[in-house]
């Protein structure tokens, strides 16, 4: 039996980069998968033909997160079609740990903020049964950091590991957070950065 049979992820921001590869990961692991998306409607529907050529069952959902309502019938949506959800998994960034170079202020102080928001929330809806983690990337390779960009050259230098990660690498530790092998994480901030904050 697959590891995340029976399971229903929601994934906002699931069209592209690490959200595209997390659906990919969750379905092909045998959950059911929503995602949503802004704007790029092709992008999302060439994601969910995709993980349903594969036998994987997915929907799209056009929400922007950053309206509440928006997100609240996502919600809806996802528990109508698919009938529930399960734990909580943030998407935060490691240098809501550390910062790692100047100019990063309002970015870092934001992922801060998902680091304790995650770890408060833990503890208002751990006596349901409900576990809240954050994963926080390192330098991924993605089209909004691209490993040959710019900035990619001193990224590459701060990580213990020399390289930029792949989107696979985060979905990989998420997988992990979804399945009944971390029934007893929660409230925990878990740190995929190639050795960054080392």
């Given amino acids: 039996m697959s590891k995340l ?14 959200g ?5 990961r969750l379905a092909a692991d045998g959950a059911s998968v929503a995602i949503t998306y802004a704007k790029d409607a092709t992008a999302a529907s060439n994601l969910v033909n995709a ?9 799209a959902i056009q929400a922007d997160a950053a309206s509440v309502e928006a997100v609240r019938n996502a919600v809806e949506k996802a528990v109508s079609t698919f009938g529930r959800l399960g734990r909580i998994i943030m998407i935060g960034s490691a240098v809501g ?19 304790m928001f995650t770890q ?5 809806v751990g006596s349901r049964g409900i576990t809240v983690n954050n994963v926080q990337p390192g330098p991924i390779d993605t089209d909004l950091n691209p490993a040959p960009g ?30 009944s092998e971390s029934s007893y994480v929660t409230g925990a901030n878990l740190t995929v950065d190639g050795g960054m904050n080392a």
Wanted: charge should be positive; hydrophobic fraction near 50%; avoid cysteine.
């Fill in 51 to 59: 993980i349903q050529q594969g036998g994987g069952m997915a929907i």
């Fill in 150 to 179: 710019d900035w990619a050259v001193p990224q590459k230098a701060a990580t213990a590991l020399d390289r930029y990660g792949r989107a696979d690498e985060i979905a990989a530790m998420v997988a992990f957070v979804a399945s």
């Fill in 97 to 115: 740990e550390r910062a790692a170079s100047p100019f990063l202020v309002p970015y870092s102080a934001t992922k801060g903020a998902v680091k």
């Fill in 20 to 24: 595209a590869a997390i659906a990919k």
């Fill in 120 to 124: 408060a929330l833990s503890r208002e």
């Fill in 5 to 18: 049979a029976k399971k229903v992820a929601l994934i906002t921001g699931g069209s592209r980069g690490i």
